[in-house]
Structure formats: C-alpha cells, structure tokens
C-alpha cells in the first residue's frame, strides 16, 4: 500500500492551496480517508476525514469553514482544499487510510491503517 501526498508548498496568510494523495496497493473506494496535520514541535493532529462514498465528511474545528475535504474514487485520490490559510496552519499533512470494514470517519490517528510520508505547508503572514 502506498498514499502519496502532494500540492504543499508556500502560501501568504489567506491564500489557498489544494492537497491531494494518491493511493495504491488497496481498494480505494471502500476506504475512509483522513486528513492529518502536524505542526512544528506538535503532536500530528486531525484535520478532516471523508467516508468511502464522499458522502460524510468530518473536520476538526480549528479548519472548519475554511477546509474542504473530498474524493474521487475513480481517480483514487483525496483532495483537502484549503482557503483562507493562517499562519497556524503551517505543518506537515498527512493522508491516512482506515482498515478495510471500518465505515466510520475518526479523528483518532490510531483509527488508521495506512499513512503517506506527507507534504509541507508553509503559510507565511
């Protein structure tokens, strides 16, 4: 199994950048995806999760509003738009897979099987 992560890079405060994470090696659209984040000397945390079919997603409140999280199982990949970027922001995000039978988002890094090696988002003020 492989999650690639992609579309980091810099953005000024209230810019936008779109991330997307490309899977391999599972069944991608019976998997629910999520969205991880973890900032400098900070814990990786939850940003937002998406079930297999696109039709509930789940966020964290600090991205709320601003964060969009979607799939496309053709394509097997999700997307995690971001708008109106904060300096807080800034970290690495993660894509992660939760096991095969699991229907459920969670915002439980423990919750998930498989990780990608993550993209750097920088937001400059």
């Known amino acids: 199994v492989q999650l690639q992560a992609y579309g980091g890079g810099l953005a000024q405060a209230g810019g936008s950048l779109r991330l997307s994470c490309s899977a391999s090696?599972?069944?991608?659209?019976?998997?629910?995806m999520g969205w991880f984040r973890q900032g400098p000397q900070k814990e990786r945390v939850f940003v937002a999760a998406?079930?297999?079919?696109?039709?509930?997603?789940r966020y964290a409140e600090s991205v709320k509003g601003r964060f969009t999280i979607s799939r496309d199982n053709s394509k097997k990949t999700v997307y995690l738009e971001m708008k109106d970027l904060k300096p807080e922001d800034t970290a690495i995000y993660f894509c992660?897979?939760?096991?095969?039978?699991?229907?459920?988002?969670?915002?439980?890094?423990?919750?998930?099987?498989?990780w990608g090696q993550g993209t750097l988002v920088t937001v400059s003020s």
């Open positions: 992660a897979a939760r096991p095969l039978g699991q229907v459920n988002t969670s915002a439980m890094r423990s919750f998930y099987e498989y």
């Open positions: 090696g599972l069944i991608f659209s019976t998997r629910v």
């Open positions: 998406i079930v297999a079919d696109g039709g509930v997603t």
